[in-house]
């Protein structure tokens, strides 16, 4: 159903500087908003696989060397490259996860750009404790070294999002990479890589495809790796922190989420529809921060779901002109088929209320009518685990202390918000809740400079932000004994 016309695009790996053909078994890449095979994708094999850590091994000797200022010049090309292409790359994106051209372009693209452009910057003014003589006849520097080799495995909500949340700080840092896109959205990323050319030394940046089982978890477990970052589902943080155990490598875990939205009397109701309807069915639910877990007071409850449910009905998805549509479809049928199942389980439940969508639309594509249901409670399996689509569930609070338990009582900590217009409530619930990021009267806006990341099952480590450069480098000390003369 998209309407962007098809963009070339290439299928090769990077592999120390050179395009590449991966040698591994074939995997079909597909246009989720028709449902068709557009490319085949080869794995890396496992000897493509050595040498690009062995790559980015000899890479290390003299990237690690480079000062800020230069590592931060690189970074400022490929931000301006990215710029360049925006509108191709875009288009890639668009057809390769189904979003509609205009948020690609407009949202992914220019984040991207903008986080090449934030760590060409923050790596040229790192702050740190004072150097100075803390035993008499000795001072102490400290220094932040680069780690060595980094592996990043990225999901496939917003591929070159990812790949530059993963790859710019890696490289301010001064480490090298062997980044994996995820199996089904690798397209972008390689399409960037065709003319990173001349641009940053061979094997400072590798690029493998495949399935998480072969190439992801080779990563994982490789001796020669020293950091692996992942983003993904919470089982794959656990698969991938049992296999970095031996070599003892350094883990950053980006895992799922599930945020509760905090709804009070007093909140501004427009304020909260056009906030829900944007940010819940944003990238049709596929975010971790999406807001999907509502608990409303009961003296707004009623309104809420009256005039969410009409504004979720308006969202239009699979329209012909692709600058119509508000979401695309889910990235893969499976995943269209696991949101769909969660939806019906709720729904046997005889408290769970249908307000809008839960169906299948006719048509081709994997898409899943935005959904809104309401009456849940919060033992439901469907207020408890992450869906990953464009579903919405209400329950109904009455006491404030209730919806922060309820709120606080889950495996996830990533992302929360509030809404309501007494900010002495809107402080008291953001202190209270266990979550890496709390909004008050909004919901999902990043900003590049803000640590994004989670706290108990969602993970650890921060992406964006100074801080993720602290994540991908180490802090040494240095002492130097000097002769004193007095
Ligand atoms: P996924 O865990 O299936 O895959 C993520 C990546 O991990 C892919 O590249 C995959 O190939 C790889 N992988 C899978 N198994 C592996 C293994 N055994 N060893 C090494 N690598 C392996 O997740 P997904 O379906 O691509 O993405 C959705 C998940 O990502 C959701 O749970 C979502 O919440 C999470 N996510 C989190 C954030 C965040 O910032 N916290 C952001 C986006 C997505």
């Not at 220094?143 to 980094?150: F, N, S």
């Not at 072969?214 to 990563?219: A, D, I, K, M, T």
């Not at 490789?222 to 883990?251: C, F, W, Y």
């Not at 509030?418 to 919901?443: F, P, Q």
């Amino acid at each position: 159903m998209n309407s962007v016309p098809c963009p070339s695009f290439t299928t090769k790996l990077l592999i120390d500087g050179c395009l590449v053909e991966g040698e591994g078994r074939a995997e079909s890449i597909h246009d989720p908003s028709s449902g068709k095979v557009i490319a085949q994708v080869r794995e890396a094999s496992m000897e493509q696989i050595e040498q690009a850590i062995a790559a980015a091994g000899r890479a290390q000797a003299t990237w690690s060397r480079t000062t800020p200022q230069q590592r931060s010049t690189v970074l400022l090309d490929i931000a301006s490259l990215i710029q360049e292409r925006a509108s191709s790359l875009a288009r890639i994106e668009s057809l390769n996860c189904g979003k509609p051209l205009h948020q690609a372009l407009n949202d992914d693209l220019n984040a991207a750009i903008d986080v090449f452009r934030f760590f060409a910057g923050a790596v040229r003014c790192q702050y740190g404790q004072l150097s100075a003589e803390y035993v008499p006849g000795y001072t102490s520097m400290v220094q932040r070294a680069p780690l060595g080799v980094v592996a990043s495995i990225a999901p496939w909500n917003y591929p070159l999002m990812m790949a530059a949340w993963k790859i710019a700080p890696a490289l301010a840092a001064g480490n090298t990479l062997v980044f994996k896109p995820s199996e089904h959205t690798p397209l972008s990323v390689l399409e960037l890589a065709t003319h990173l050319e001349g641009m940053l030394p061979a094997g400072c940046l590798n690029i493998v495809c495949g399935g998480g089982e072969n190439v992801g978890s080779l990563l994982a477990r490789h001796p020669d790796i020293r950091m692996i970052s992942l983003t993904g589902d919470i089982v794959t943080g656990q698969k991938v922190l049992k296999e970095a155990i031996n070599s003892l490598k350094r883990t950053h875990l980006e895992l799922g989420g599930k945020a509760p939205v905090i709804v009070c009397d007093d909140a501004d109701l427009e304020l909260v529809v056009e906030g829900i309807t944007r940010h819940g069915y944003y990238n049709a639910g596929q975010d971790c921060t999406a807001a999907c877990r509502i608990y409303a007071q009961s003296g707004i409850h009623d309104r809420l779901v009256r005039r969410l449910g009409d504004a979720v009905s308006r969202l239009r998805f699979a329209q012909r002109n692709d600058r119509d549509n508000d979401i695309g479809p889910l990235i893969s049928l499976r995943q269209r088929d696991r949101v769909a199942s969660f939806v019906e389980r709720a729904l046997t439940e005889p408290h769970v209320e249908r307000i809008t969508g839960a169906a299948i639309p006719s048509g081709s594509g994997f898409f899943y009518q935005p959904t809104l249901l309401a009456g849940c409670l919060q033992s439901d399996e469907i207020v408890q685990r992450e869906v990953f689509g464009p579903v919405v569930t209400v329950t109904r609070f009455d006491e404030i202390s209730q919806a922060l338990d309820w709120s606080n009582d889950t495996e996830y900590g990533l992302a929360s918000s509030v809404w309501t217009t007494n900010m002495d409530k809107a402080m008291h619930l953001a202190s209270r809740l266990e979550y890496g990021c709390t909004w008050i009267n909004s919901h999902f806006m990043l900003a590049t400079e803000m640590p994004h990341g989670g706290l108990k099952r969602s993970g650890y480590g921060k992406e964006l932000s100074s801080d993720s450069l602290q994540d991908y480098s180490v802090v040494r000390h240095i002492m130097a004994r000097h002769a004193r003369l007095d």
